[in-house]
């Protein structure tokens, strides 16, 4: 059985296509530009990078293109078409009515439309990456995979924000978290890797990638997560502040005489670690900018390692103790500065760091010495796989 799997965003249309039985990926690549003059970069398995410059008005083109490159004589993995047997979808926001995964018709369509509220520049991507692929691939079943549905298991203490409940009631303002398919992923692997059962951990897991997010899984459950009813909340991120005082927000807004829209485009695009140290938002550079002593970027990575550090330690806390940290996504599955310095925070926690194994990049290894009290693992995400798996499970 093979799953295409899609991951559509406004300009963009990220895809794999998975052998479900051996969790092979027979080609992969992604749509850019999808609007503007459109890109296509294709590579099928064990092949080079092919990449077309081609007009793509809409999704519609972008993922009749994908098709064809699939089922093209020369480079493609497919005979035909009708070797594809499911699709994937990620979507970001569930909100409250998703929980798990589900099977698209109509009134999923509509369900997610209803979302879209709560994630304005997701959750249409979404949608049109779901409607073009099934103008295509009209009788193919789809299947939708939710950001936030992992984290539908918190407790109400933990997803409630302290403002008035009937904003939660009217609105469905709450925390919901995101990444919910990766924290799940590397939070049963990590169980795997250990060889003990998913259901009797405390694991917490760092999604540090240009996003980032850290999420206290129990017992199998997400129980807290960093992200928050948007992916604003919690860490500093590549470009995202993350928390902050709320009045922060109307003090800058007079001060720089900026409107509600122009402050959240600060929020999320001019912040975090590449607002911080004036850099970048990536963590090489940063790393390099820091070589050469400079003093903001190290002051991002910083202050970047310290919030993730006393995020950890509330989760140790609201867990009553963690038996496994893991690491994963961009930075926490390659730069082992970083890891190296949130686990500097963590010796009250009896995690120590094997130096050695620490210097690994992105494959799955144990980074804490086999006399620390607290695991650490490294363990690299995979969301393609994951929402592979789940829609053969939704259609078998
Ligand atoms: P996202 O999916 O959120 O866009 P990723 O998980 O792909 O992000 O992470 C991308 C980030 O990972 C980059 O911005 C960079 O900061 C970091 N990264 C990637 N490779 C390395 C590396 N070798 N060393 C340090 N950081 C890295």
Redesign the pocket.
Known sequence: MNVLVINCGSSSLKYQVIHAESEEVLAKGLCERIGIDGRLVYQPKGGEKEITESPMPTHTEAVRMVLDALVNEKSGVLKSLDEIDAVGHRVVHGGEKFANSILIDEEVIQAVEECSDLAPLHNPANLIGIRACRQVLKDVPMAAVFDTAFHQTMPQEAYLYGLPYEYYEKYKVRKYGFHGTSHSYVSKRAAELLGRPYDSLKTIVCHL???ASICAVKNGKSVDTSMGLSPLEGLIM?TRSGDIDPSAVEFLAKKENLDLEGIVKVLNKESGVYGLSGVS????DL?QASEEGNGRAKAAVDAFCYRAAKYIGSYAAAMNGVDVICFT???GE??GKVRAKICGYLGYLGMTLDEEANRT?GEEVRLSTADSKVTALLVPTNEELAICRETVALIK
Do not use: E, P, T, Y
């Open positions: 990638g240009n996003g590549g938002s990536d963590f090489r790393d996504a961009g930075v390659n730069d990049r």
